[in-house]
């Protein structure tokens, strides 16, 4: 059985960059999971990484019990489901998204790869896709303190800080799932 590869990482370590690439080389599928936010504007990325949903929408899929991974972040909830876990190879989360499937998801192998990027990289890759200084470094403050120990949850921890490292993640994960034996 073909392992779920969740990438952890912090706002603009890449790991949306890193699922693409997988799917674009390997047609591995990403899952694309629900959020509440608005899209980022001139953001094709952000467009391709998520379902934009309102609070109501969210409230049905958590009545209906059908949530597995969820998080919350400036006001906005994130979450993805059973069956768009089931129907995915790559899933995109952060620490607690990464908690709540090594809980509540047992359908198939999860390993999990922490993207390690420094905090400048980070804070200028944001600034490139149009985040404004006040929401980096909001958000570089949040990440700082959300993903301090998430190293300590991951299965594997490769350094994503240039496009070289980043083609290199995209040749070790292929790896993972052509080699993964349960």
């Given at each position: 059985?073909?392992?779920?590869?969740?990438?952890?990482?912090?706002?603009?370590?890449?790991?949306?960059?890193?699922?693409?690439?997988?799917?674009?080389?390997?047609?591995?599928?990403?899952?694309?999971?629900?959020?509440?936010?608005?899209?980022?504007e001139n953001d094709d990325a952000d467009l391709?990484?998520?379902?934009?949903?309102?609070?109501?929408?969210?409230?049905?899929?958590?009545?209906?019990?059908?949530?597995?991974?969820?998080?919350?972040?400036?006001?906005?909830?994130?979450?993805?489901t059973r069956d768009q876990l089931n129907n995915s190879d790559i899933y995109v989360t952060d620490v607690k998204g990464l908690k709540d499937l090594q809980n509540n998801?047992?359908?198939?192998?999860?390993?999990?790869?922490?993207?390690?990027?420094d905090s400048s990289v980070v804070g200028e890759r944001m600034s490139k896709r149009g985040d404004n200084n006040e929401v980096i470094l909001k958000r570089l403050q949040?990440?700082?303190?959300?993903?301090?120990?998430?190293?300590?949850?991951?299965?594997?921890?490769?350094?994503?800080?240039t496009q070289d490292k980043l083609n290199e993640n995209v040749e070790f994960i292929d790896m993972l799932f052509r080699n993964y034996r349960r």
């Open positions: 059985m073909k392992p779920l590869i969740a990438i952890v990482a912090p706002s603009g370590a890449g790991k949306t960059t890193l699922a693409n690439k997988l799917h674009k080389r390997f047609g591995y599928i990403p899952l694309k999971s629900y959020t509440t936010r608005p899209p980022r391709s990484s998520h379902i934009f949903c309102d609070m109501n929408e969210a409230e049905s899929f958590l009545k209906q019990n059908q949530i597995i991974c969820s998080s919350w972040f400036a006001d906005n909830f994130y979450f993805c998801y047992h359908d198939k192998p999860v390993l999990s790869v922490y993207l390690d990027v949040h990440d700082a303190e959300a993903f301090k120990d998430a190293k300590n949850y991951v299965n594997f921890v490769c350094d994503n800080s």
